[in-house]
């Protein structure tokens, strides 16, 4: 909803988010349309999205976007919160981390559209063809690998991987003992493996 979501730019860094409970209570409250509690929920968690949002993205205006795009999501979806599968904290930082994804792979989509475009339109020599093919290949590679990964996989793999997170920040992302986490991510890269045809 329009002029829920306060602006990120000045939010202060390094607010103790709030006990899981009390998270937990804010979104049951905001399911049910209290904006007041929304705002709160903001309040307190908005830092620490921030901070993930700004790690997987590189660039703090584009940080600050994917932080609107994200409470936004939880404003919409908050019905769907459920306590006994996670924490609030995880269900907003996962919610966070894909708009962050989708927002790093846009740019990279746009990024090759134009390369695609500069490369057609000026001429290049055999062996930059040859290498920018390679390299476009690799990347559908493991693009379709990694849709043959189970969903719990494919995201410790990307967390771990694409958003640069340690094992043990996967396992507090996901609300998982760090044990499953690294299973996780172990068995995944395993399979991921396996659908590359790499072996050992």
């Known amino acids: 909803m329009t002029g829920l979501t306060p602006e990120p730019t000045g939010t202060p860094r390094g607010v103790p988010v709030a006990p899981g409970d009390v998270l937990s209570d804010l979104l049951r409250r905001s399911a049910k349309g209290d904006q007041q509690a929304f705002a709160e929920l903001y309040d307190a968690t908005s830092s620490r999205i921030f901070g993930l949002a700004l790690r997987v993205v590189r660039d703090p205006a584009q940080a600050e976007e994917v932080v609107q795009e994200a409470f936004l999501e939880v404003w919409k979806t908050s019905t769907r919160f459920d306590s006994e599968r996670g924490s609030a904290l995880s269900w907003l930082m996962t919610i966070t981390h894909r708009k962050a994804v989708d927002r ?28 920018a093919a390679q390299a476009s290949m690799e990347a559908q590679r493991v693009r379709h690998a990694l849709k043959g990964l189970t969903d719990v996989q494919r995201e410790a793999i990307e967390l771990a ?5 340690t094992h043990t920040e996967v ?29 050992s």
């Open 104 to 131: 790093v792979r846009s740019a990279e989509a746009s990024t090759r559209r134009d390369t695609s475009y500069s490369q057609q339109n000026q001429t290049i020599d055999h062996d930059t063809t040859s290498d």
């Open 161 to 165: 991987y694409f958003g640069g997170y």
């Open 171 to 199: 396992a507090g992302i996901l609300n998982l003992p760090v044990g499953t986490a690294k299973t996780r991510i172990r068995d995944g890269l395993i399979r991921l493996r396996d659908k590359m045809g790499v072996h």
